[in-house]
Each structure stands twice: as C-alpha cells, then as structure tokens.
C-alpha cells in the first residue's frame, strides 16, 4: 500500500508515492476514532474497557454516557463538513478526559468523585445540545464552548468586545485545571483581535502581581479560535489566584445556541493545502482548526514551489528528501506537545496551548530556510538548517572556527546531539581542533553542509564495543546515535529557533 507525500505544500505528482507506515493512535486525527464512548462498554469476551458494568449501572453512568452519545450525534449532523472533524477531535478529548475521571472515581470509591464523574456527563449532554443550535451562528457575540470549558464575547465598543473566559478540566483525583480570565480585544492589522489579559490581583499585598498574558481571537468558519501566546513559564504555571494554570484557553470553540452574534465579522474558513474534511493526522486537525498554521501551510507551499526551480540538481534532490523528512515528522509534533510525556504526572491532560506554539514556530522556521535559502553563501559561515539539526557557524578575519548548533531526535526529547565545534580554516578546507580518531568535521557539498560525516560509519561500529576503538560517541546519551547531519544554508531570521537545544 502506498500514499503519496503530502509536503503540506507539495504536490503529490512532484515527490510520488512514499510506503505508508502504521501511524499511533495519538497521532492519527482524533476525529476518525470512533465517537461512541468507551466508558461502561466492554469487550466482546465480557471483560471490562472502562468502568464494568456493574459500577456504571450502580451509579447510573450508562444512561447518562447514552444521553451524551445521542447528544453528540445531534450535534456532528448539523455540523459544516470541514468543522465536523474538529467536533469530533474536541468530543475525542472529553473521552479521553471521562475515561481518566472514571478510572479515579472507580478506584478511589468516593462518593464526591463518583457525583463529579456524573455532573461532568450531565453538562457535557447539555453543551452538546445547546452546540446543536448555534451552528451556523454569525458573528463574535454571545457564549462558546468546548470539552474544557468555554468563552463569553461581548460588545463594549465598535470593534471592540470583551471576553470572559473559564477553564474547568477535570481528569479526577488531582488532576483538575481551572482558569478564569478577562480581556479586551480589539482588531489587528492581521485578521485577528487581539489584547492582554486583565488577571486577578493576589490577595496577599505581598504577593507579586500576577502577569498579563497577550491573547487574540477569530473566527474560523463556523468556529471561534482562541489563542493564548503565553511564554513556556506561563504555559506549566501562573500566579494569578483565578487561574491555576493557562495550558488550556488556546482552542476551537463552538457557538452555543442561537443568542446574540448580530455583530458583523469575517467568517470565512482559512483552508490549508490539504482537505480539512478528512485531516489524516492529529496535527492535520490543528492546522485546519487555526487560521494563521492554515495560512502557514499555504505560504510553505509557495516558497517551496519558488525555490525548487533555481537549485542545482544535487542540491534539490538533498532538499527533497529532507523535507519528505519534515513532513513525515508533523505528524509527531502537535500530539507531542499536546500531551508532552516528559510531563509524567500530567501527560494525560491537553496542553493546547504548548502544542499550537510548537507546531506554529517549526512551521515558521521551516518557511523562514525556504524562504531565506541562501544558495549564493560562499564558505561555511552563517545558519544552517535541516527537519533535525541547526548550527550556527562563525568565522573570523584570521580563520578561526566556532559551531554551535544541536541535533534531535524526533519525539524523543532525550535523544539528541549538542554541536559544540571548534577548529580553522586551513588551504581552504576545516581542521578541527580536536585530536582523536574521529574528530568534528564541516564540509561543503554544493550548496549544503555536512556536519561530522565519518560519524555514521562510527556510530555504527559503537554497541557492544567498549572500547569503541578510540572513538568516543559524540551523543551522549545513547552512543549507537549518530551526530552526522546535512543542511542548508539559511539567512537570518527571528523565525529560526536558537540552537542551544530543546525539545522538537
């Protein structure tokens, strides 16, 4: 079975068909799981999957998980073709949520969290509902909602709206997220309204102040986006007392009823280059859920198609591959940060707000190598790029060489490289200033850069060799990985993340 590359931008007849892999259940698009919810079912053999029967029975959990079924079936027919799988993903994380809630309630055996589990059904049949009749609503006014909580937008103003909005997740036991919030937004040059949060004061006068944060809002089709630009302190923490944590305001809401929206306001739908009423991957659904990653999406398209032609042939075929790579790797980016596994004891939770920073700045800084490909640099100074590595290369007056950059894995925040390279330039060519068997390397090939080739063949050589024959692993923690990379030259841009290292 084959399916042909979709670069986010390139045309499937230019790339051809690439195998298909079996992709995990976190990064398929939530919306092609099946909606029906899993709490108090069972499997064919009798055996429970979440919450036996007896217990859903006992607390009158299967009435109410029909109810919120029959529900949600109401809601998806009335629902716009390209929205509907957005429905669908934000319907997939109240599951997700349930299910977490219930296996609490079932274990701890309290009657407050059992009561909880159910008040939690009972809204979520409710908001459906009242989801139901909102599509097709004009305009910003009036009440949204989502699986985790829900905005007011009111007119104060030509233009110029307030938004309340509260956040109430709860995944049971300690896991439970709460935030309420204010702002003013006005509109930008750039389609969106935006402004800054107006947050509680602490009641201790001692107490720092607690932060405003820059957020903006806009329609998409026939959904409201949100999005919170919090920085990454703020994303895991906040010191306001009305909101414990921020990691969940940026979202897809969805008109609640048919109140208010009289206003005028643009409601087109910002399409990417692909069919967002059949996403194929959890990131697929996010880029359709956000104007400005659509239109990311689109202006990858153009640069690509803009580059392709001007580059020799090696080099276009280098560039090809690298970003079958980047592409093949989106569909890691937007479910590993939205439930980020190095964040053990909340991994459960959705972290909507981390997850569209990431998958929003790895799409600019991908446009920022198309678009600002240097293909005219002559000699190894300045950014250099690829899907997994970055470094940055100085030269000065007398020759003298410094690298720094890192290498990654994807999706493995453990399982990368740090580039620290240091040497001269000598008749021309780099000399590392390291003495050992397999020493740093930078070398010119056309336009790109190749960084420590002879460690692929070394890296190799490294399991089960404790002597590794002189060579010692230039990534730490597992030694069989290898540091070699090939990159492309790009110009300066803010766009293009700092190299010192994280997780990608």
Request: glycine content about 8%; aromatic content about 6%; hydrophobic content about 35%.
């Amino acid at each position: 079975m084959s399916r042909p590359v979709r670069l986010a931008l390139l045309a499937a007849a230019l790339l051809g068909p690439t195998t298909a892999h079996a992709m995990d259940d976190d990064m398929r698009a939530s919306s092609r799981a099946p909606m029906a919810m899993t709490l108090c079912a069972q499997n064919s053999d009798g055996s429970k999957i979440e919450g036996t029967s007896k217990f859903c029975r006992a607390n009158g959990y299967d009435k109410l998980v029909a109810s919120v079924d029959a529900s949600f079936a109401a809601a998806a027919a009335k629902t716009a073709a390209n929205v509907r799988p957005l429905l669908k993903r934000d319907q997939a994380w109240f599951n997700e949520m349930i299910r977490e809630a219930a296996y609490t309630a079932e274990e701890a055996d309290e009657d407050e969290l059992r009561q909880n589990l159910a008040d939690a059904l009972r809204r979520r049949a409710a908001v459906l509902n009242d989801l139901a009749r909102g599509f097709g609503r004009p305009g910003l006014t009036g009440a949204w909602a989502n699986a985790l909580g829900g905005v007011t937008l009111t007119a104060t103003a030509p233009g110029t709206y307030r938004l309340d909005a509260e956040l109430n997740s709860d995944y049971g036991s300690d896991k439970h997220w709460h935030c309420k919030l204010n702002a003013l937004v006005k509109p930008g040059p750039d389609g969106w309204l935006a402004g800054v949060t107006t947050p509680a004061q602490p009641t201790d006068t001692a107490a720092k102040p607690a932060d405003s944060v820059s957020i903006k809002l806009r329609r998409q089709g026939d959904t409201l986006r949100v999005v919170l630009l919090a920085t990454e302190e703020q994303w895991f923490s906040s010191n306001d007392p009305d909101c414990d944590r921020l990691g969940q305001v940026t979202g897809t809401y969805f008109a609640s009823a048919k109140q208010d929206g009289t206003d005028k306001t643009d409601t087109s739908f910002v399409t990417p280059t692909f069919d967002c009423t059949h996403p194929e991957t959890a990131t697929d659904e996010e880029i359709c859920a956000d104007p400005d990653l659509a239109g990311n999406d689109q202006r990858l398209n153009r640069a690509w198609k803009a580059l392709l032609p001007r580059l020799d042939e090696a080099t276009r075929r280098a560039l090809t591959d690298d970003q079958r790579h980047w592409v093949s790797s989106q569909t890691l980016q937007y479910p590993e940060f939205l439930h980020p596994a190095w964040e053990k004891r909340t991994s459960a939770m959705h972290y909507t707000v981390s997850g569209r920073d990431h998958l929003n700045s790895l799409q600019r800084e991908r446009i920022a190598l198309l678009e600002g490909f240097d293909d005219k640099r002559a000699g190894l100074d300045g950014t250099w790029l690829a899907y997994n590595a970055i470094i940055r290369i100085t030269v000065d007056k007398d020759g003298a060489v410094d690298a720094q950059g890192w290498k990654w894995s994807q999706a493995d925040w453990k399982g990368g490289c740090d580039y620290d390279i240091s040497g001269n330039i000598k008749s021309g060519a780099f000399r590392s200033s390291e003495q050992r068997k397999n020493p740093d390397t930078l070398e010119r090939d056309h336009a790109m850069l190749i960084v420590n080739r002879l460690d692929d063949t070394f890296a190799g050589k490294r399991e089960g060799n404790s002597g590794n024959d002189g060579d010692e692993p230039k990534c730490k923690r597992n030694i069989t990985i290898s540091s070699t990379a090939r990159l492309f030259p790009a110009k300066p841009s803010e766009d293009i993340d700092n190299p010192s290292g994280g997780i990608r």
